[in-house]
């Protein structure tokens, strides 16, 4: 093992975030860039987010680092650049030229797989578009990645892979069922995923390819600062930031709707377990470095592989908590002053009553923990709300 | 509803067939030019098949034909062309380039989708090679018949899908578990037929588009006159295509290694349940016939479909009889004369004991029933293997 001289800086790795200019993808950069680890780079279509998110996260990364070092290095300073790619993943053409422009500058050593459609209700109106986009491109990045012996991946699952739970909270082991066109993509891409890690090489070597799905709840927030946050294309789908809309005024509904308040629930309305989204972001940053061969992390993960021959491990990223349509508008409330109205209408298709993860195996193996509370997410989603009603527009 | 004058012979229907040059796509085309009903259009890349199959099955049919009517007409005798097209289905600009080339020639009425990888060994070495080619290929088809509006397929699905099934015979409604790469890419393509028949169309209409997936049990045999049949590249997979081999002496071996003989089955050898191909090609040709809307062959198909929305059904193909390796070897030691020695060796990973059809499904509905024996497949392999040792080199 060898150790970093303080004078000279081990060399930044390259990983890539496709996905990178969405909520998740443009969180989960700002905390690799917070490594000072990393030369992160963004592919993203802007179908379902904006440009501006990666110039917001790059500067908030320079600006914090100029605080806490008044004289960072060179390398310091580019490791909060971030190489920008404009490019669709169903284009392999256009994928193939960004990994081969990385070939001479050390390869890309990881990817974090985070892009996809991902409205449920859609994906059963245009599912070939929600297979294409989320299932083949899955395929076709995969292949890729084989071409250019880039063999680390972190994949952006979903609680969705549990379906209707038949146990809360839901462990990792729960059979997978997709229960909407959606989920069926993440299961397929994990099954995908896991096959990969399973097949022999050619020369009947193990494949050295490593995966770790994350299979994410409710994430919920915006970075402190009011920089980044969620900028959903349209009318909110989601409840905190259709209650943020409602707040600010941007979405002038009068009334809440809530959908059932007879489920099996302490109030009788749903349940979900809601995260801060840094604390999602934070999730991706171990888990990358889970994939880092011979590490004591990286062990300890795949130990329990559930790969015959590679190495494939999936992980609930959640609180363990639940809160429901109700407790979620309180604290909304509370963060935001807005008198909030809700009228109950009926249950909505598809509706699961409760989802809470079972969180137990990532903080056994991961270290991971969710310790932001849903005060911190209601209040720091208003900070972005209140700073960009119209977010990043 | 017109009745067609029988001086003004109707419109041939144009049908694409992909993986049109294999062992079941030549046998389905055979059957289609039969009907003199269709214009047939292949679609193959042959790389498990050869174009002379479709050279060979075009003048089978042509003579047939002209052996049934001194002078058939120009209609008649066309029918009996097929239109070879060599094209990867994993390329889209080529398979849109085919569509759009007979736009102007009524476009294409109905596709048999066929094409795809099919060993169960080799998908748990390269299962992205088998997910792109079978998933990712599929999802890209459908997305070209959409766009051309072409709204019927019979989809080549397999019992695989049963991966191993809790109850024998095996009916249709049993739950879907793919057991190899092979078999997962069978159950995917059926999700995401199935969830596109479901889709609701932006104008709020029903899809047009309907769907039926044939899940063949073990097609076995060949044309009678040895023209077509089975020519695996490489040492043969399955056990009747083997014996054939061995008897031909292809295939050198001194003796057939039986994977376990300790199955809870009448001789303890694996069954399964083998279709003349004939048989099974006549299936596809139903299949497509109850693709005609306002027929009462459609209307009783699809009154059960699964799908809330569009049409979609799933038929078993299979005789609802079982055979055993030991009887199979018995049967072609008659048709072949072939002395053959079997050695018992350990059972083989992913083996299941016996897989039979419940055929009554396809029975009543679409009144497909496989009437050819054991021994009429066996004397039309070896008929085949004995004129073509080599199979079409």
């Known amino acids: 093992m060898t150790t970093a001289n303080s004078n000279t800086p081990e060399l930044l790795k390259n990983v890539l975030v496709t996905g990178g200019a969405g909520y998740i993808g443009s969180h989960v950069i700002y905390t690799l ?47 909060t650049v971030i190489d920008v790619h ?20 050390g390869g890309i050593w990881g990817v974090i797989h985070i892009a996809a459609y991902k409205a449920v209700g859609e994906s059963s109106e245009i599912p070939l578009t929600y297979y294409a986009n989320n299932v083949a491109a899955t395929i076709s990045l995969l292949q890729i990645m084989q071409e250019f012996h880039c063999t680390r991946l972190i ?14 909270p839901i462990k990792e082991e729960t059979r997978r069922e ?32 490593q995966a770790i799905s994350l299979r994410y709840f409710n994430p919920a927030g915006a970075h402190p600062s009011g920089y980044i946050g969620e900028h959903p294309r349209g009318r909110p789908e989601n409840l905190l930031p259709l209650l943020a809309h409602m707040a600010v005024g941007t ?3 009068p009334v809440l709707k809530v959908f059932g ?20 972001a934070a999730g ?50 509370k963060a935001t002053g807005h008198d909030y109205k809700t009228e109950v ?35 720091d989603l208003w900070n972005w709300q209140v700073k960009n009603p119209t977010g990043y527009e």
């Open 33 to 79: 860039l917070r490594t000072h680890k990393y030369k992160v780079i963004s592919i993203d279509n802007y179908h379902n987010s904006f440009p501006a998110a990666l110039t917001r996260v790059s500067s908030l990364a320079l600006s914090e680092l100029k605080e806490s070092s008044p004289e960072p290095s060179a390398q310091d300073i580019d490791s």
């Open 86 to 105: 404009e490019c669709d993943l169903i284009n392999p053409t256009a994928v193939r030229s960004i990994f081969s422009s990385y070939a001479s500058k």
């Open 155 to 168: 994949y952006s699952s979903s609680a969705t892979v549990y379906g209707v739970p038949p146990d809360i």
């Open 284 to 333: 991706h940053v171990i888990a990358l470095q889970a994939l880092e061969e011979g590490s004591e992390l990286n062990a300890k993960v795949f130990a329990g592989s559930t790969s015959s021959n590679g190495k494939f491990k999936a992980y609930n990223l959640g609180k363990g908590h639940g809160m429901s349509v109700m407790q979620i508008v309180d604290a909304m409330r």
């Open 251 to 253: 979405v002038t509904d």
């Open 178 to 209: 997709g229960d909407s066109v959606y989920g069926r993509t993440k299961v397929m891409c994990e099954l995908i995923i896991e096959d990969f890690c399973d097949s022999i090489m050619n020369d009947g070597e193990t494949n050295p390819f």
């Open 261 to 280: 308040n007879d489920y099996p629930t302490a109030d009788g309305t749903c349940v979900r377990d809601y995260l801060h989204i840094l604390d999602l």
């Open 345 to 379: 209408i009926g249950r909505r298709r598809g509706d699961v009553p409760e989802l809470i993860a079972d969180p137990a195996l990532a903080r056994a193996e991961l270290g991971f923990d969710a310790p932001r509370d849903l005060e911190t997410m209601c209040r």
